[in-house]
């Protein structure tokens, strides 16, 4: 069954997450995403290797698992677009498309001959997409980034970690992917907008606003409050103690959300804990929250004696918000993953059968489609040119000049 953006056309220019990743999601949705790559080097995350990391022994040591998460189900054309005749392929491509997606800095494409007036006026129904770092205005515009930069700027990073600890970025690349996801977002409104109104749209979404939005009551609270700045979340959030965040166990490490009134006396029973139930430090629900320090020591004693598995039996038959805290080899092989695809499986041609990360989206008509493994560097430059129009001599051609 085709998925939802069946019949969409994307022309991705685009390098490493942000831009790739939100092409990605609209791959899944049955568009048709066309990756534009440079000619001789392809996508810089096609060198990000596994044994940078895990060393020449790993398995699959010289496969690019940056490149696999990227660009799932999408076609690779590849172009010198230093020469006029790649610019003008690009030019038909952009005229047959209902978007260009990129995340290359302000002025680049427009220094190219790709800016969104020139493009507007040979596709007015153009979706012209741009993943930024900072936004489409201000003095921070043609400022360079990355993830971590904008979690720093953002606010995420003097949150994060112990209260004594330096500033901690997270240990993944949240600003880039969530960026990733809210270009989609922007994508898809500008699309349906498109629907009613005949005319395309410039859409633009930045890893700094994401980090941003992604904060709101935590930022609004110190608007609110007049300027008051919390600590850092430490185990829990920068609000929440006590009861909240990570705990050791006998053989891993479980994580609670808060034990509210009408759960706290049947969770201190399940805990062994009964004595702290007349302790006016841990019995009311705003102290055991806020201001949790007793709290958490007591349970830090107790959580030890044993195994996660236990305490989730334990504390699931009171109702208590609590999971066991997952690596990422637990999470490959979680059953509640892999039954809604949020790990999938992938026969590569490369690798054989892989399990990779899915995507968060179900559908019940237009079901997603996340098993086509990503392309070649340029594999289907002659399948993308023949669609366009242009003929065999031309692809030759093209050929024989290194413009594709």
């Known amino acids: 069954m085709p998925g939802p953006l069946a019949g969409v056309k994307v022309v991705e220019i685009a390098q490493e997450i942000q831009g790739p990743y939100a092409g990605l999601f609209l791959a899944d949705m049955g568009a048709d995403v066309i990756k534009v790559e440079m000619r001789d080097i392809g996508d810089l995350s096609r060198y990000m290797l596994v044994k940078l990391i895990a060393g020449a022994d790993a398995k699959n040591a010289d496969f ?30 952009l005229e047959q498309a209902d978007v260009l997606l990129s995340n290359y800095r302000p002025g680049v494409l427009d220094r190219l001959g790709f800016g969104y007036e020139e493009l507007a006026k040979r596709n007015p129904r153009l979706i012209y997409a741009m993943g930024s770092s900072w936004g ?26 112990m209260p004594e600890d330096r500033p ?32 395309g749209q410039k859409v633009d979404a930045c890893i700094y606003g994401t980090v941003i939005a992604m904060q709101p009551m935590e930022i609004n609270f110190t608007s609110v409050s007049g300027g008051v700045e919390t600590r850092r979340a430490g185990r829990g959030h920068q609000f929440l103690q006590g009861v909240w965040g990570s705990f050791q166990t006998q053989d891993g490490w479980i994580c609670l959300a808060g034990v509210d009134d009408k759960r706290w006396a049947n969770f ?16 009311d629900n705003v102290i055991r929250n806020f201001r949790g320090a007793k709290i958490e020591k007591v349970l830090d004693e107790v959580f030890p004696s044993k195994t996660t ?25 979680n059953e509640q993953a892999l039954a809604n695809g949020y790990i999938t499986e992938m ?58």
């Open 136 to 161: 489409p205005q201000g003095p921070w515009v043609k400022r360079p980034s990355r993830d971590t930069l904008a979690q720093a700027a953002g606010g995420l990073m003097a949150k994060n970690g």
């Open 268 to 283: 201190c029973r399940v805990m062994g804990i009964e004595h702290v139930l007349s302790d006016p430090e841990c019995s």
């Open 347 to 404: 026969d590569h041609p490369q690798i054989g059968k892989v399990r990779v990360v899915g995507n968060p989206i179900t559908l019940s008509d237009t079901p997603l489609n996340m098993s086509n493994p990503p392309p070649e560097l340029g594999q289907h430059s002659e399948e993308i040119l023949l669609e366009a129009g242009f003929s065999w001599e031309d692809i030759t051609a093209f050929q024989e000049k290194e413009v594709v």
């Open 309 to 333: 598995a236990a305490w989730m039996d334990l504390l699931g038959s009171v109702d208590i918000l609590a999971t066991p805290v997952q690596e990422y080899r637990d999470i490959l092989n």
């Open 64 to 93: 690019s698992h940056y490149f696999l998460a990227m660009n799932r189900g999408k076609r690779s054309i590849t172009m010198n677009l230093k020469k006029p005749e790649a610019k003008e392929i690009l030019y038909r491509l």
């Open 168 to 199: 901690l970025p997270c240990g993944a690349l949240v600003a880039d992917h969530s960026g990733a996801m809210m270009l989609m977002a922007g994508i898809v409104a500008a699309l349906y907008a498109r629907e009613k109104t005949g005319r």
